[in-house]
């Protein structure tokens, strides 16, 4: 007999753990663990070793901004790296990079030569590592599982983050009480070493482009533009953003917030994180069935209420018998929204530029973040610890609902699937160096100008994503219903590239436009070069 799933269960595919049914993701993901692992025990170790030797509230929220700094800075040049380089190699190197850092962090220590301001340093560079790590992998998980399972690898990544939480502090606590901070950064470099040697074991397929490998500044650029032209990630962007400015207060000041709980320490600071990395994977196991009843916007809000109302019970309680339940629930509600979000991301991007795209998601976080620890670090030095983190936790619900509110997404959901339904253009010979501009002729009735202008604004943004260097809309002055629409590409390379991002979308975008035309054939395209 066949087990019949009732209509409680989840779709077949749809569980929460559905993802680990790919060996590779596995792979990837205990890779992944073991890096959020190295990451949490070198935030809690930096924080803890700040209070020892700088304990005022800017030095201890510094590092926080620090460590999260480096991601917001360099975060789409690691992403155009992560989108025109061989994935795998690039994934290597991080791993690397962080173990080194690691371990000039530890001879610091050993030589006793550890000040605030290296203290900083060599967390911003252990950031570095991290702002290159994170778009590479974002980027690949979408290549390991089906896309209709993406929603739980994405979870089972925010799982992995989590158990960190809970396995990185213990770690990183029993390592500083029984042998010295120190050891914590020698242990960082072993598991960056580790999760390097998983990586070059794997077997990835790099296929380059046949048109050679994007130049990495016209990269950059064509990863802005495809953010910029694209309204619903830009709404995405600032709610994290907004939602990370304000929750990041918790964290920055937790270390302080732990010394003033009755008895609290070292193991009171770790337990607490701990506790918030328990509710985060408890969360993740009920995400599934939550996105299933209700919408993102509804999600996106009740997690930011439930974090507000955890925060305010963490600033003012002093006992652990409401400050650990407080955690657990600041846990859920922080994976909840976030998981949400990265989703929307994620599902608004296409393969070609999802690195780049989700660098940007990671730029709004760290921002968000780095630029809240600092402020909430002054608030707290100006009034009180307390008072710093009950603020930022009643000002984040109140900037989520009026950004609910007022920055709402609009428009259509995209079909993003790739889609080839023309060829690229033939010429008798590749042409030479200097832009290239492509000028289509449309013949409409006057009558529908204006409707045929608001349609084209879709066109320019869909060209300027593809990465279109300059995009006008020319309406002949003798002729109302003659248009030209004229797009400027960088080169001829950059030009043909545009062909191989086509989507589905962007081919029912051209039959709406087509379906203005008058002409007895398609608008007539011709293309120029320019010669400086």
């Not at 993406?150 to 979870?155: F, G, H, R, W």
């Not at 799982?159 to 120190?182: C, D, E, K, Q, Y």
């Not at 846990?331 to 998981?339: H, P, V």
């Amino acid at each position: 007999m066949h087990d019949v799933p009732t209509h409680h269960s989840p779709p077949l595919g749809l569980s929460a753990l559905a993802p680990f049914e790919h060996r590779v993701f596995s792979l990837l993901w205990l890779t992944w663990l073991m890096a959020n692992v190295s990451m949490w025990m070198n935030d809690v170790a930096a924080a803890w070793l700040m209070t020892s030797i700088a304990p005022s509230p800017v030095w201890v929220a510094l590092v926080q901004t620090a460590a999260t700094l480096p991601v917001f800075l360099l975060g789409l040049p690691s992403g155009a790296l992560a989108d025109t380089l061989d994935r795998r190699r690039y994934f290597l190197g991080t791993q690397l990079w962080i173990a080194g850092v690691a371990l000039v962090m530890c001879t610091f220590i050993v030589l006793d030569a550890m000040t605030p301001v290296w203290l900083l340093v060599l967390v911003f560079a252990n950031g570095i590592g991290l702002a290159m790590r994170w778009p590479v992998f974002a980027a690949l998980v979408p290549e390991l599982v089906p896309r209709q399972q993406l929603p739980q690898a994405l979870a089972l990544n925010g799982v992995s983050m989590n158990a960190s939480r809970i396995i990185g502090p213990l770690l990183a606590g029993a390592i500083i009480a029984s042998f010295g901070s120190a050891w914590v950064f020698f242990l960082n470099a072993v598991l960056a070493c580790v999760s390097a040697v998983i990586i070059w074991r794997w077997k990835r397929d790099h296929t380059p482009s046949p048109l050679g490998r994007e130049p990495f500044f016209s990269a950059m650029r064509v990863g802005w533009q495809y953010v910029s032209q694209s309204p619903r990630l830009l709404v995405v962007y600032l709610h994290i953003a907004l939602f990370f400015f304000h929750s990041t207060a918790l964290m920055a000041l937790l270390p302080l917030l732990a010394l003033r709980i009755e008895g609290g320490n070292a193991a009171t600071f770790t337990l607490l994180l701990a506790t918030m990395g328990s509710g985060a994977i408890v969360s993740a196991l009920f995400l599934p069935r939550i996105r299933q009843m209700l919408s993102r916007d509804t999600v996106v809000w009740w997690g930011s209420a439930l974090q507000a109302t955890a925060m305010a019970i963490v600033a003012f309680s002093s006992t652990l018998w409401t400050t650990v339940p407080a955690m657990f629930l600041a846990g859920m509600a922080w994976i909840a929204t976030a998981n949400s979000l990265s989703v929307s991301a994620q599902m608004s991007l296409p393969d070609w530029v999802r690195a780049r795209g989700m660098s940007v998601y990671q730029m709004a976080i760290m921002g968000g973040a780095a630029s809240g620890a600092a402020f909430w670090g002054l608030v707290a030095s100006w009034t009180d610890v307390h008072w710093s983190v009950g603020m930022a936790a009643l000002s984040g619900l109140i900037a989520v609902t009026l950004a609910q509110r007022f920055v709402r997404e609009r428009g259509l959901i995209e079909d993003l699937t790739p889609a080839q339904p023309w060829p690229a253009p033939a010429v008798p010979a590749a042409p030479g160096p200097g832009r290239v501009v492509v000028c289509i002729d449309y013949q409409i009735d006057p009558a529908q100008a204006d409707a045929f202008r608001t349609l084209m604004q879709d066109s320019r943004r869909s060209r300027l994503r593809m990465g279109a260097l300059d995009w006008e809309l020319w309406q002949d002055a003798a002729d109302p219903g003659h248009f030209v629409e004229r797009i400027t590409d960088e080169s001829w390379n950059e030009h043909l590239r545009r062909f191989d991002r086509v989507t589905a979308s962007d081919v029912a975008l051209r039959e709406r436009k087509l379906a203005f035309h008058l002409g007895d054939g398609p608008p007539r395209v011709t293309r120029y070069l320019t010669h400086s």
